[in-house]
């Protein structure tokens, strides 16, 4: 069994409020297990950032040695004009 450290934190009234709310509806048995679950779900939450952080730099890395052809800033505008006639051909009532 891990050993546990006491530490002291302070809080503002409305968070300690909601604690001892959360303890004397039967939520939590103590505050110690309150914030225990708090600070599990704050690391979850960090976990999960890092691993979005990391999917989103992969996909970065990926399109940065993407070996297909880079599109100059005329290419997208030539190619966004003609998806735009035809989806004013489509949709004549829905162009403005």
Do not use: C
């Not at 006491?6 to 309150?34: F, H, N």
């Amino acid at each position: 069994m891990q050993t546990a450290e006491k530490i002291s934190i302070t809080m503002t009234p409305e968070a300690l409020a909601a604690i001892r709310d959360s303890v004397a509806s039967g939520e939590y048995a103590s505050t110690s297990e309150a914030i225990r679950d708090a600070v599990r779900l704050w690391q979850r939450d960090r976990e999960e950032h890092r691993a979005r952080i990391a999917t989103i730099k992969a996909r970065i890395e990926a399109s940065i040695n993407d070996p297909r052809p880079r599109l100059t800033e005329e290419d997208v505008r030539v190619h966004l004009r003609s998806v735009s006639e035809e989806a004013r051909k489509k949709f004549p009532d829905e162009a403005a």
